[in-house]
């Protein structure tokens, strides 16, 4: 199989060609799960968070004692070196600002990974107006970056045991030991010809996406408290993010599938699960409905759920709608 080199900055090219790949988020207890459906009981939202209106700026994410990074750092250098061993791979390790990236990718390709992952960062912390400077993670977030489809489905199935995360371009894995969530980590795989005939450049807007798609999840599984977030919304946000950066209309889609369904009640479901990769454009254009009628009081609406809200409870507080209401603002957005 060819391989891709990939030098440079990742240049934005508006639209997509080829087949479209998105990524997976996936959720684990004690025990990885074997599938990306399941959910979980949410730990307890942050104490003490400051009000809107108190004088003190609110606390967006939980910082980290010197300690707890220093710790977080051993502890992913540790599982990278398990990891390098049971797949039999060597790895290089990439420090960025806020990342630690394990890679076989070729050397000359490591200015184009640390350019797109701070890219990423950058992108997720302008949407939720943190400064760039702050890092929101325990020490920093571990990249698994695998310059073959196979060394990365390899990882899926004998890393984290979940074969249908081996099909995805890339997913944010996390796990639960106490009141933090430890050890988070990304894993990409370098899209090849099978996906894009051979065009790099595509390859490269392709990648990038998911990269930013998926690092968003890892800011939101950090942001506020460690509570999961709906859904729909948390996949909604990420392609937000990620067409913020990798701009493309998906809105024609959307409208086929407003034009297919007579509700979307199932989707607003607190505890509904992943969603195929046919409602990624309405998740995103629900998210861009509510960015796009007010800005700040998305934040807000984001934040209460984050913070114990029901997301029904947070929408009328913040917005004094309805599911209906979302639904049918969202319908004359896509021009259904």
């Given amino acids: 199989m060819r391989h891709l080199l990939w030098v440079g900055a990742l240049v934005v090219l508006v639209g997509a060609a080829g087949t479209e790949v998105f990524g997976q988020t996936t959720k684990k207890a004690q025990k990885p799960t074997t599938a990306p459906a399941t959910t979980r009981a949410s730990p307890t939202p942050a104490k003490g968070v400051a009000s809107k209106d ?21 502890e992913a250098r540790a599982e990278a070196a398990e990891v ?41 912390t302008r949407q939720f107006d943190i400064p760039v400077k702050e890092n929101v993670y325990l020490g920093k977030l571990s990249c698994f970056m695998f310059s073959t489809h196979e060394s990365f489905a390899a990882f899926a199935n004998k890393v984290d045991r979940d074969p249908s995360s081996a099909d995805a371009a890339g997913y944010y894995s996390y796990k639960y030991t106490g009141k933090r969530s430890i050890r988070g ?11 894009t005939l051979g065009n790099v450049n595509t390859a490269k807007r392709m990648w990038g996406y998911v990269l930013t798609h998926e690092l968003t999840h890892s800011f939101v599984q950090r942001y506020i408290s460690d ?54 454009p309405v998740m995103r254009t629900l998210v861009e409905t509510l960015i796009l009628k007010d800005r700040k009081a ?30 049918k603002y969202w319908r004359r957005y896509v021009g259904q």
């Fill in 227 to 280: 509570r999961d977030m709906p859904s729909w919304l948390n996949e909604g946000i990420a392609e937000v993010v990620g067409s913020s950066c990798f701009p493309r209309d998906v809105k024609a889609d959307a409208r086929k599938m407003a034009l297919q369904e007579k509700s979307f009640s199932a989707l607003f479901k607190d505890d509904a699960g992943n969603q195929k990769a046919e409602m990624y």
């Fill in 84 to 124: 390098a061993k049971t797949l039999g791979i060597k790895f290089k390790e990439i420090e960025t600002d806020h990342y630690l990236v394990f890679t076989d990718w070729d050397p000359r390709e490591y200015e184009f990974i640390k350019t797109n992952v701070e890219a990423a960062y950058a992108a997720v």
């Fill in 185 to 195: 980590y990304m894993v990409m795989s370098k899209l090849d010809e099978r996906y």
């Fill in 298 to 327: 998305f934040l807000h609406f984001f934040d209460d759920i984050k913070k114990g809200a029901t997301t029904a409870e947070s929408l009328q507080t913040n917005y004094k709608w309805t599911f209906d209401d979302l639904e």
């Fill in 54 to 74: 108190a004088a003190e700026p609110e606390a967006k994410y939980k910082k980290a004692t010197p300690a707890e990074a220093a710790k977080a750092m051993v």
